[in-house]
C-alpha cells in the first residue's frame, strides 16, 4: 500500500524543539521531492513551510527559516522535520508530501503540533 504517515506530533512549551517524521512504505520516498506543510486551522489552506529535494536542496518558508530543519534518511525510507524554539503561532497540523507542490493529493492525517505553556 503506498502512503505516507506523518508523526511526532505533541504538546510543546514555546522555545521547545520536535521532530516530525514522515514515513513511505509502498514506494522509495528517496525518489522523491518531499514537502511538509502545515494547516493551522480547519478551513484554512496548508501552507508550504519546507521542502527536501532529491538532490538534497532544502528550501524553507520565512517563518521556519532559522528555526527548522529537514533531513532525509533514505535508509529508513523517512523525512524528518526538527523544529526548534517554536512558537505558539507553529500550533497547527502537520503534512508531509512526496512532492514540494501543494495540489498533492490525497493527503493523510497529519500531526498535531501545540506549542503552548
Known amino acids: 500500500q503506498v502512503q505516507l504517515v506523518e508523526s511526532g506530533g505533541n504538546l510543546v512549551q514555546p522555545g521547545g524543539s520536535l521532530r516530525l517524521s514522515c514515513a513511505a512504505s509502498g514506494f522509495t520516498l528517496g525518489n522523491y521531492d518531499v514537502g511538509w506543510f502545515r494547516r493551522r486551522a480547519r478551513g484554512q489552506e496548508r501552507e508550504k513551510i519546507s521542502c527536501i529535494r532529491k538532490d538534497g536542496r532544502t528550501e524553507f518558508a520565512d517563518s521556519v527559516k532559522g528555526r527548522f530543519t529537514i533531513s532525509r534518511d533514505n535508509a529508513q525510507n523517512t523525512v524528518y522535520l526538527q523544529m526548534n524554539t517554536v512558537k505558539p503561532e507553529d500550533t497547527a497540523v502537520y503534512y508531509c508530501?512526496?512532492?514540494?507542490?501543494?495540489?498533492?493529493?490525497?493527503w493523510g492525517r497529519g500531526t498535531q503540533v501545540t506549542v503552548s505553556s
Open positions: 508530501a512526496s512532492t514540494c507542490r501543494s495540489d498533492f493529493g490525497p
